[in-house]
């Protein structure tokens, strides 16, 4: 019996010396969503018009920026707020009319991504067969706060880097703006200088591509 | 022979003495109870999460934040940053890095121990799989001292026992708002992905390890 009793004596003590009921590991999680890819896609194209003249180095410009326009009523930087596409003709400037006031429409184009993120924007010139392009325009640069007049539009430099926030799903216009951000998104509205670099024919309807790059 | 008779004598007389003699001995059985130390829980308060933003770019990095010394040093026990304003509990705090954009969240954990005043270790170690890494050593493990302005913020490096004495420290000032036998740490960190990238719009999620003894 003495034996007995000591022996479980010791098991006790061996059992509060045991670190097993010291300690405790623990999972803990970690998780993350990555952001969706992002894409672009063209709602309307640029047009320059159907009156440029046919000399070689002659030019027309289609007016398109944060201060001559659109404005960020009309830009439609609410993206539902339809103002700034199809209907409105931009101002034009060099050899095409510019008295003609309804001919040449912005190219628009929509970025779409992860909410709320940065995005880099690079619009590029063209060398092309008949006709250079040098873009000039603006973008729509959301600050993702639920407080009006924080959003913005952020002119274009031709070949350069422009980083925009992408609409926030909390981002809020000023009602006058007509419209609500769309989260994810952003436009680009883009005009610029055209020089031929031949001499054109007459009558003949001429297409180039230019670039845009959009990234992370 | 004679030994051996003598030896049985002697037996003989002791198992009379012990049957016959209450008056003379006696043994009593008495219990004697000892409970053990309270086993160490690690409860988690807020998981820990790198947001919705992050790119799908291989080898690029995210930070989390879990240790904003702008805000003091001590976590109370709703997730409060005692000496400043902010709380860590259900708020975003803004990622850095080129890996990824937007805000995440700290993981919270709670430890609750047997006696005021223990002494704990506490060690939070890495992660790794094959489409990401996380190193945890953006972190804060309070350090709860008696009186006031003394208590620390340990920032505990990945895989390494770092010690805390958890005690309710309600002093006032800057250890006010502790509970008695609970301490709270934050865990940030490092989120690098994978050499060959990640897959967009796709959600990720690994588990890491946090070790807790006393000490």
Do not use: W
Not at chain 1, 37 to 60: K, P, R, Y
Not at chain 2, 75 to 82: F, P
């Amino acid at each position: 019996m003495k034996f007995n009793t000591l022996s479980k004596i010791f098991c006790l003590a061996g059992i509060i010396a045991s670190p097993l009921s010291l300690a405790n590991q623990t999972d803990a999680g970690i998780s993350f969503t990555t952001v969706p890819d992002v894409s672009i896609l063209q709602l309307q194209a640029i047009q320059f018009g159907g009156d440029m003249t046919l000399s070689l180095n002659d030019t027309c410009s289609l007016l398109v920026s944060a201060a001559v326009g659109p404005d960020e009523v009309d830009s439609g930087i609410a993206p539902n707020a339809v103002v700034g596409e199809a209907a409105t003709f931009q101002q034009r400037g060099g050899s095409c009319d510019p008295t003609n006031a309804v001919d040449g429409t912005a190219g628009i184009y929509e970025v779409s991504g992860g909410a709320g993120v940065p995005v880099k924007i690079t619009v590029n010139t063209l060398t092309g067969t008949n006709f250079n392009f040098v873009p000039t325009g603006a973008i729509g640069n959301y600050d993702g706060a639920n407080t009006a007049n924080g959003d913005s539009l952020q002119d274009i430099t031709a070949d350069t880097e422009h980083t925009v926030n992408l609409a926030n799903v909390n981002d809020v216009i000023n009602a006058a703006q007509g419209g609500s951000p769309q989260a994810g998104k952003t436009k680009i509205f883009v005009g610029g200088t055209l020089t031929a670099s031949t001499a054109l024919t007459a009558g003949t309807p001429y297409t180039e591509q230019f670039t845009i790059d959009v990234t992370y | 022979m004679q030994p051996n008779k003598t030896k049985i004598a002697l037996v003989i007389g002791a198992l009379f003495l012990g049957a016959s003699g209450a008056s003379n001995a006696v043994q009593g059985s008495f219990d004697i109870t000892i409970a053990t130390i309270a086993d160490l829980n690690v409860t988690e308060v807020q998981a820990l999460s790198f947001g919705s933003s992050v790119f799908t770019t291989g080898s690029s990095v995210c930070n989390l934040e879990g240790n904003d010394p702008l805000f003091g040093d001590v976590l109370a026990e709703d997730g409060t940053v005692i000496t400043g304003a902010t709380t860590y509990l259900a708020q975003d705090t803004a990622l850095s890095g080129s890996g990824c954009a937007g805000g995440g969240r700290v993981g919270i954990y709670e430890v609750v121990t047997a006696g005021v005043g223990d002494t704990i270790s506490v060690t939070v170690n890495s992660v790794s799989n094959a489409d990401f890494t996380f190193s945890p050593n953006s972190n804060c493990l309070p350090n709860y001292l008696p009186g006031t302005g003394a208590n620390a913020c340990l920032i505990m490096a990945p895989g390494v026992p770092n010690t805390s004495a958890v005690t309710g420290d309600l002093s006032g000032g800057a250890g006010e708002g502790a509970v008695d036998n609970t301490l709270r740490f934050t865990v940030g960190g490092t989120l690098t992905t994978a050499v060959g990238g990640l897959t967009a719009a796709t959600p990720y999620s690994d588990v890491f390890v946090i070790d807790v003894i006393y000490q």
